[in-house]
């Protein structure tokens, strides 16, 4: 059934403008840990090269969590959440990282899915702009970067429009590659940019007429940026599989704030982003004050009803879904049962 309904939605979707503390106590037997052995795991991102803030899948992968949880993962790179979506939806991966546009989108319209974790529960991100534009009413006839109509950046870059009063009808919506946001900014093919801090960074030595215009935590509140989504199928076949997956992804983000291990962490980070590792680094340390890695369950409620009703808003969709409807934390809360809460931590 959602391989069936998943066609029609990708359509919709094309046609439409991605250390920590000391745990609280140990697993309690309701908690008892699904066990995996060589078992082959497909996994969807969405970012190709990834910033830093996708990295916890990488540092699973080099530092060796997923081989310790028995898995042989493969990680599939996409040009969006849309596109990591979509494999998800068809039965290509058995987890997809997207942001929470596509996903809710797709929710709202019927589809068998579910949010069970996150990489990066907040949004990060700046509204980057050329240097011709000096206020946001510069903005009209410009040409508006983004990587996919529905994604992350579109929407994003709509609720700036809509901040400031500009339709989207008087500007130009061009897409662009996840690694060329920042090439075809400075190139001039575009004149803005949804940007995340190692990217603000990179183009600050590159052309400091670029600038800021709008950080996004100004523009947007209680908003998740991405979930880990798998299929209500998935869920119900590959319960094991599934479990051990995010109990590697939690275990790679608890290990992003150890701090013992900074020099291996920012050689992975270097090693997949590509880019320069002082920027690496000085991002890392802002990422990791800002709490951008989840330790806990990942999900917030309202992040994920003030995403869905943000999107209604702008007529991306036309019911908000419940909360249940989209987020399915039982894994999650059974890893965190497992490996223990961390405390005074939000998500």
């Known amino acids: 059934m959602l391989r069936r309904f998943s066609s029609g939605l990708l359509l919709v979707l094309l046609g439409a403008a991605c250390g920590g503390s000391t745990p609280a106590s140990p697993a309690s037997p309701a908690a008892q840990k699904a066990v995996c052995t060589n078992q082959s795991v497909k996994l969807a991102v969405p970012v190709t090269p990834p910033n830093v803030v996708h990295i916890p899948p990488y540092v699973a992968q080099d530092m060796g969590i997923f081989k310790d949880e028995g898995l042989t993962v493969e990680i599939t790179r996409f040009e969006g959440g849309v596109a990591a979506f979509r494999a998800m939806a068809s039965g290509s991966v058995d987890l997809a990282g997207t942001s929470a546009e596509p996903f809710i989108t797709a929710v709202s319209q019927g589809a ?37 109509p529905g994604g992350f950046a579109d929407v994003m870059s709509k609720l700036v429009l809509k901040k400031y009063g500009i339709s989207p009808a008087d500007v130009k919506f061009v897409t662009t590659t996840t690694a ?47 979930l880990w989504a798998a299929s209500n199928d998935g869920l119900k076949n590959n319960a094991a599989k599934l479990e051990c997956l995010v109990r ?80 399915d934390l039982s894994l999650a809360r059974k890893v965190v049962q497992q490996l223990g809460a961390v405390k005074n931590f939000p998500y």
Do not use: C
Request: hydrophobic residues 35%; charged residues 25%; aromatic residues 6%.
């Open 112 to 148: 068998e899915v579910k949010g069970i974790y996150s990489y990066a529960p907040n949004v990060d991100v700046a509204f980057v702009v050329s240097a011709n534009i000096k206020s946001p009413q510069d903005l009209k006839g410009k040409n508006i970067g983004i990587q996919e």
């Open 180 to 226: 060329g946001r920042v090439t075809e900014l400075v190139a001039g093919h575009v004149d803005t940019g949804v940007l995340h801090i190692d990217q603000v960074k990179t183009l600050a030595g590159k052309n400091p007429g670029i600038h800021t215009l709008a950080n996004m935590t100004d523009v947007v509140s209680d908003y998740q940026y991405s």
């Open 248 to 327: 590697a992804l939690v275990r790679a983000d608890r290990m992003l704030y150890d701090t013992s291990k900074r020099q291996q962490l920012l050689d992975v980070m270097v090693k997949y982003t590509k880019e320069d590792p002082q920027v690496v680094a000085d991002t890392y340390d802002e990422l990791v004050k800002l709490k951008a890695w989840p330790q806990n369950e990942g999900i917030p409620k309202a992040n994920m009803e003030g995403t869905a009703r943000s999107l209604k808003d702008g007529k991306q969709i036309q019911t908000v879904p419940a909360f249940d409807q989209m987020v």
